[in-house]
């Protein structure tokens, strides 16, 4: 096994090329990975040895990245595997955002979900009751609205926030110079509900996300609800539709449908077939040794987070092969 521990050693390794493929010579692949001590990190330290267990190949993993920079390095041949979340493989397939006219066509899905995270818009019980708005539209732009806190520049949330604003016809500016909408770190969201000063809240994360949770405790709040023209609006940019089981949350009672967003395990298009092919298998057929090593993927469901409506890049051949030979495609 090579973890490539250091930066520079990592740097070389992109810069001269990741493909290691020939009759006579070792298989060798590339995980580009995020930095130390990340779940993405821990998770990749795990993919490795049993990788290598179950095919044979030498796997070494690139301690550094995020999800944006292993998007454009797989796209451009750089490393052969990564993970990315489905968010900016999206805006690279169709070239917009932080890909705006530099599309990232070469990027193939090999398998999804073991990160889910659900885009979630709460308000206040008494905010609702008394303006009647229980949709997360007319509670963020009608007359109205919700005093909402969301994360500050550098965070996803404004920018996925900004996003819906304007497909519902305002944007973050607008609502911002309403009153309506105030950029705060998450630390201090519980205390603004608690003193009043807020009602509501936007934000991106898993089951259990502590800022989410934190706010619950504050106030008693509601989850408001997604209507399918705003679910629709969301897929271009990387959401799909899932649902938030009941009771995820304090007060939660009911399946509630919402957009999430799903960490995706990717390859460069070119990578061959059959190194592909091995290398889900590899992991597939590996969960409940994954399972007892983290119990991250304790809830990981690759079967259902690879059908079509959770595909924001296609599925590569050789996964797609392996996953119709198990019968999980049609």
């Known amino acids: 096994m090579h973890l490539l521990r250091t930066l520079a050693l990592a740097t070389t390794v992109i810069a001269g090329g990741a493909y290691s493929f020939?009759?006579?010579?070792?298989?060798?692949?590339h995980i580009q990975a995020e930095e130390p001590g990340s779940s993405i990190y821990i998770y990749a330290g795990l993919f490795e040895p049993t990788i290598e267990k179950a095919t044979g190949y030498n796997v070494e993993i690139i301690p550094r990245g995020g999800s944006v920079t292993n998007t454009a390095l797989t796209n451009a041949g750089k490393t052969e595997f990564a993970f990315s979340n489905a968010l900016p493989l999206s805006w690279g397939w169709n070239a917009i955002l932080d890909f705006e006219g530099k599309p990232q066509q070469n990027n193939r899905l090999v398998f999804s979900g073991m990160q889910v995270a659900y885009l979630s818009v709460v308000a206040s019980q008494s905010y609702v009751e008394k303006s009647g708005n229980a949709e997360v539209r007319t509670a963020l732009t009608g007359d109205n609205p919700a005093k909402v806190l969301v994360e500050p520049a550098g965070s996803i949330n404004p920018v996925v926030l900004d996003l819906f604003l304007k497909h519902a016809g305002s944007s973050l500016d607008e609502q911002r110079a309403r009153g309506s909408i105030a950029q705060v770190p998450s630390s201090q969201m519980g205390q603004r509900v608690q003193d009043g000063m807020a009602n509501a809240y936007f934000g991106i994360g898993p089951i259990g996300n502590p800022d989410l949770a934190e706010?619950?405790?504050?106030?008693?709040?509601?989850?408001?609800?997604?209507?399918?023209?705003?679910?629709?609006?969301?897929?271009p940019y990387g959401f799909a539709t899932s649902v938030l089981p009941a009771n995820s949350y304090e007060g939660q009672t009911a399946d509630l449908k919402m957009p999430v967003t799903l960490n995706d395990f990717i390859a460069n298009k070119d990578v061959p077939e059959d190194v592909v092919y091995n290398v889900t298998k590899a992991v597939i057929e590996s969960i409940d040794t994954l399972v007892a090593a983290n119990k991250g993927f304790a809830g990981w469901e690759p079967e259902k987070y690879i059908q079509p409506e959770f595909q924001v890049i296609p599925l590569h051949p050789g996964a797609e092969k392996y996953y119709r030979e198990r019968g999980w495609l049609k």
């Not at 008693?220 to 609800?225: A, P, S, T």
């Open 215 to 235: 706010i619950m405790l504050s106030e008693k709040m509601v989850f408001l609800g997604w209507n399918d023209d705003d679910l629709a609006a969301l897929k």
């Open 22 to 29: 020939g009759a006579h010579a070792e298989t060798t692949i």
